[in-house]
């Protein structure tokens, strides 16, 4: 698949998931960040079924807050860091169903639990089949999918 | 008439979320209760009557997919309606899942009206929220 191709069903999958569900809107492209990884929360999930593959999410601690108040309906102030870890990973779950569906509609996949990763993880965020940095209102959002090839 | 209604989904995040969409649809809602799998909800479902139950697919220790076959093959939860909320949008799932007996299909993301508007489908109810 074309990479130009997978990089714009990345972006299209994040507008729809961020307007539709966190009520917020991707601003555009954001320049990849080398920011402490200590400042970011990072969730991934695994699929198999018509393609196999690994998607990441990674998000600001910050804008991870403000994307969790959003989902909830809460001021930020009321979110508990774990609701922020939950509604992380529900990100990435929903990504995942997104993307899958917009590069193989009629297959049938299935989806590991999204889980959040070991702080660090998201230093490791490169080398992937396709990747994007979003610029948020809230702050900045990177996705990546790595396809493993046919077997 | 109050609707009472079984949100089944391991994200609790997804749970308040769902929740939330309900409290502001306008549907007369009664009784609102959550599980976090398939296996919760049918333990749930011995104590509790519920007029309608949302389930995701992917959960652990029961999945969505056994959870309604548990339903289906229970002749007193089989007249429950089941309405899926799931990520998984890909057409093959989605048949499956109304082939073993979901009545609806809501893929997340969804519009509050949209899921909204799928519950008053599956429940016969016209006008409910307006």
Redesign the interface.
Known sequence: MPEGKLDQVLFDAAA??LE??FFTSTLGDAEPTGAAAADWLSAALSFRG?LRGRLRVRVPRHTARGL?AG???VEEAAVTAA?VG??V??LA??L???V??RL??????????PALEPPGSALLFDCKTARRDLELAEGALGLSLELEPDR | MAYNVLIVDDSPAMRSFVRRVLELSGLDLGTCLEAGHGRDALDLLQREWVDLVLTDINMPTMDGEQFIRHLEADPALQSIPVVVVSTDRTRGRVEQMMTLGAKGYVTKPFLPETLREEMERVLGVADAGR
């Open positions: 729809e998931v539709t569900m018509g969790a989902f909830l309906g609701q939950q509604v990973c529900e779950n929903m995942c169903g997104s899958l569906s193989e509609e009629g297959a049938l996949f299935e989806l590991d639990s």
